[in-house]
């Protein structure tokens, strides 16, 4: 255990940066086909005269990108203990196919659990952009993370 | 366009009941194994060493049944125009692989778009539950409908 991420590891004002993501068409509709069928999802034709304005990712999908994005730059290599909610999820703009994402987890702020002092629980900023640039989905939320020494 | 479900069929306070789903051990590691690879989520030995007691899916696999299950039960019907974010995701308790889910989704209050009248905004309560009635995951947000009669 000694070599995992711990608690003290996680300052306020961290930034993590992810690795990238590429978004293929294919994998927009099957996303969309397992867990969110809706047309706008599912078909390029319904796509461009929805809001959307072309074949873009269920945001559960993007959401779900952030999420193992983050899991491989940091949660894997530490002592994470899972999480019990996430206090808001923002789909900014639509994530197109074919489009190539990376992201970040910024430590908001942190405190250990007065209830269970060998936990600590981070407040994290998670926020996905594609090459451009451009924000795309933004997930504020609590994460557990066993302190090293408590 | 005429069969399909609008804004002015969801008042406030409506229930709409959603269909069951039955989740598997095999599922829970694939989506794990996709989006949320954390031992806790993938290894029934190590989760039964983790806070979470047993083998239990990702929270987003949870919210991921959640949508389906309401697209299936009502959105496909209706001319949902997509959302745009999630003001709370709660994972009250863990979901076991062998659990069968069902759920809800409440209208908690809605309203027109002052900007674009052809759209309503629905603030929607979806709740998750188990075979036994217990509440395991809560999504409250906003879901865009069209106006039959703008």
Do not use: C
């Not at 255990?1 to 940066?17: I, K, N, R, S, T």
């Not at 047309?39 to 559960?60: K, T, Y």
């Not at 639509?94 to 936990?119: D, F, H, I, Q, W």
Request: glycine content about 8%; hydrophobic content about 40%; charged content about 25%.
């Amino acid at each position: 255990m000694q070599d995992l991420l711990h608690y003290e590891d996680f300052p306020e004002g961290l930034v993590v940066p992810f690795g990238a993501y590429y978004l293929s068409k294919e994998e927009v509709i099957a996303y969309a086909r397992e867990w969110d069928p809706q047309p706008f999802h599912l078909d390029e034709e319904a796509a461009r005269h929805s809001v959307l304005g072309g074949l873009a990712a269920s945001g559960w999908q993007t959401s779900a990108i952030l999420v193992k994005l983050a899991v491989e730059a940091y949660a894997n290599r530490s002592a994470a203990m899972a999480s019990n909610s996430m206090e808001e999820v923002k789909w900014l703009k639509p994530v197109y196919a074919g489009e190539t994402l990376t992201g970040r987890g910024t430590v908001l702020s942190r405190r250990v659990s007065t209830k269970r002092p060998e936990m600590g629980i981070l407040r994290f900023r998670f926020e996905l952009l594609n090459a451009a640039g451009e924000l795309k989905t933004e997930i504020t939320g609590a994460q557990f993370m066993r302190v090293r020494h408590p």
